[in-house]
């Protein structure tokens, strides 16, 4: 990726406290880009925040909660005061909810991550894509799963939301398409996080399995396609899910 390819852009990173949003995070500010942490961890959020820029450049941390949009309105708008209106909108926020069956699914868990998952990213999109639009210049990014396209057994909870994500990246793609702001979503296989904390040991050795290059993703891995569509250099691919898979995707 070019040096100052995000010069002068103001990205939001959902998440970007840790994991795929902070490696996200970290690229985009290694290109010159300011960077707007959002997350609801402030300790962690503030921290890699102070990381990024003392290194490389301007980064703050935001308190929000993806699913309340008062919550991110008032993070909008300490955002555009603080550095920028956003350019960029990478949406990474997520949980991986309990390993059960459909029938065994509790119902609570169900509703927190279709509401982290997929209604947080609805409502981030929905918030920040019209300042986008008007300015004639935007990339979004949303954080997918191949698992929204397979569907893992024992997750059906993540696999729909994510799922989910696929469906509105597309939709909200094609809504912009002529408006100069790019949509897309990356649905990478499993990507060893402080996610799996949260999984099972057997549920993360089927997710292995499936892999025919028989390890896990990196993060720096994901962030590196996330960068490129995020920047200038992606001008023709909008509602597209890119595969990030180590050969599982079968479509």
Not at 180 to 189: F, H, K, Q, R, T
Not at 229 to 251: I, K, V
Request: hydrophobic fraction near 45%.
């Amino acid at each position: 990726m070019a040096d100052g390819l995000f010069k002068g852009r103001t990205a939001v990173v959902t998440g970007g406290a840790r994991g795929i949003g902070l490696a996200c995070a970290a690229k985009i500010a290694a290109g010159g880009g300011r960077l707007a942490l959002w997350d609801r961890d402030m300790d962690r959020a503030r921290q890699s925040a102070a990381a990024l820029g003392t290194v490389l450049g301007d980064a703050i941390a935001v308190e929000v909660d993806v699913t309340d949009e008062g919550s991110i309105n008032a993070a909008l708008e300490t955002t555009g005061k603080q550095l920028a209106p956003p350019d960029i909108l990478v949406a990474s926020a997520g949980i991986t909810g309990p390993n059960a069956t459909v029938a065994n699914y509790p119902v609570d868990a169900w509703k927190q991550v279709i509401e982290i998952n997929l209604t947080g990213v609805f409502l981030c999109n929905r918030a920040i894509s019209p300042g986008m639009a008007k300015r004639g210049w935007g990339r979004i990014v949303n954080i997918a799963s191949v698992a929204g396209k397979e569907g893992n057994p024992n997750a059906s909870a993540y696999s729909a939301s994510k799922a989910g994500v696929i469906g509105l990246t597309k939709s909200l793609g094609k809504e912009l398409a002529t408006s100069g702001v790019l949509v897309n979503c990356v649905a990478p296989a499993v990507v060893k996080t402080e996610l799996f904390s949260q999984m099972t040991e057997q549920h993360i050795n089927y997710m292995l399995s499936k892999i025919p290059m028989n390890r896990f993703g990196e993060v720096e891995e994901v962030a590196e396609m996330v960068a490129w569509l995020a920047s200038p250099l992606c001008t023709f691919a909008t509602g597209a899910a890119f595969d990030l898979s180590g050969g599982r995707a079968t479509y």
